[in-house]
């Protein structure tokens, strides 16, 4: 076989362990999954009530223009419908994308450490990959800007960054756009964005009103408590959309996916309630970063990065031990650290009670 020659020595994405695996192989009856940033609250009982008296027939293709989904997200962001393209998850637009507007003559700038699909493909593109280092977890705007040239046409922009939680207040994120050139595109992720409480981050979606070459994108996989339905959409100029349109394959949102996201952007009550339980939970770990000296970066997502000066994957064993899964910094691009998923209180205190014994027992 004649495989793309990038395909051959790329990593797939690795999801970690379920929590089936995790339990036979630990011999455990309970497991605490604190490592993808899903809601531990679930979805709105008004997504589950939609699901449950859904009436949709399996043997039928879903709707390819996602229709009832489009009217609702454009009527709840006041855009038109023709500024909304919808994805299998943010990860497929970022895919679409990458289709559209990468291949080996062209380059792409991304920060690095950030979301790992940006890169991945990029490199299935055969693209000329710009890796800007964070300065203190945040995008470095400037080095970036100064990494644009000639054959550059997209630039990521993780806002609340994956893996360290910051995000680029107004102030820095306007001036930014307002140099990269007119005719590159601009993709910002905004993946954690129900999450954010800080009082200077930006209106994105006014945002692409101003900057004609700025695509928004986000998910109803985080707050919304759907990932396992995979929903996201991008918003972007009519004229972005129509452009990405034809690298969209058919039908690639599912019908109850479709179903659910519809009846979840009705129930903002229960957005709120859990971008205020995720505020406490993360006061939880800051509180516990304190009392043990541990360095971590405060964060606007439903995440947590640590450093525990020590192997990352040590500590991620120690909690998967013990029931509680976690992601290493390791693969994350902080070897000495962990990521952990915000869970509930009960959750926060037995994951804290774990680590407590780790930093007794080393």
């Known amino acids: 076989m004649r495989w793309k020659e990038q395909l051959l020595s790329l990593t797939p994405y690795q999801p970690g362990k379920s929590i089936e695996a995790v339990k036979k192989q630990f011999n455990l009856e309970k497991i605490v999954k604190l490592a993808s940033n899903e809601n531990p609250f679930g979805c709105s009982e008004s997504a589950q009530t939609a699901l449950q008296s859904n009436q949709t027939s399996f043997a039928i293709y879903p709707d390819g223009y996602a229709t009832n989904l489009r009217e609702k997200l454009a009527s709840f962001l006041q855009v038109e419908e023709q500024e909304l393209i919808l994805g299998n998850g943010s990860d497929n637009l970022i895919q679409i994308i990458s289709r ?79 140099k990269v050139p007119s005719h590159i595109l601009v993709v910002l992720d905004e993946a954690y964005y129900e999450y954010v ?45 129509k452009a990405l349109e034809p690298a969209r394959e058919p039908f690639n949102v599912n019908s109850l996916g479709q179903l659910a996201a519809s009846a979840a952007i009705d129930d903002q009550q229960f957005v709120k309630e859990c971008r205020e339980k995720n505020r406490q939970g993360l006061a939880q770990f ?50 000495t650290s962990i990521r952990i998923t915000v869970g509930s209180r009960e959750q926060n205190e037995g994951v804290l009670k774990v680590l407590s014994e780790f930093l007794g027992a080393n």
Not at 216 to 223: A, D, G, P
Request: charged share 20%.
């Open 197 to 241: 409480v800080a009082d200077d981050y930006y209106d994105s979606i006014k945002l692409t009103r101003k900057f004609n070459n700025l695509i928004v994108l986000r998910t109803f996989s985080k707050i919304y408590g759907l990932a396992a339905l995979r929903i996201g959409y991008g918003v972007a100029n009519p004229a972005i959309i």
């Open 100 to 178: 559209a507007l990468l291949h080996p003559n062209a380059s792409t700038v991304m920060a690095d450490p950030t979301f790992s699909q940006y890169k991945h493909n990029a490199v299935i593109e055969g693209a000329i990959i710009k890796e800007i280092p964070l300065v203190n977890g945040e995008h470095d705007l400037d080095s970036m800007l100064a990494a644009i040239d000639d054959q550059t046409n997209v630039v990521w922009v993780c806002s609340p960054n994956n893996p360290t939680g910051k995000y680029i207040p107004e102030n820095k994120l306007v001036p930014f756009l307002e």
């Open 286 to 335: 800051y509180e516990f970063c304190e009392q043990h000296h541990l360095e971590y970066y405060p964060t606007q997502t439903n995440f947590i990065l640590i450093d525990f000066k020590v192997d990352g994957d040590k500590v991620f064993q120690y909690l998967q031990e013990r029931g509680y899964i976690v992601r290493s910094g390791k693969p994350l691009g902080f070897p």
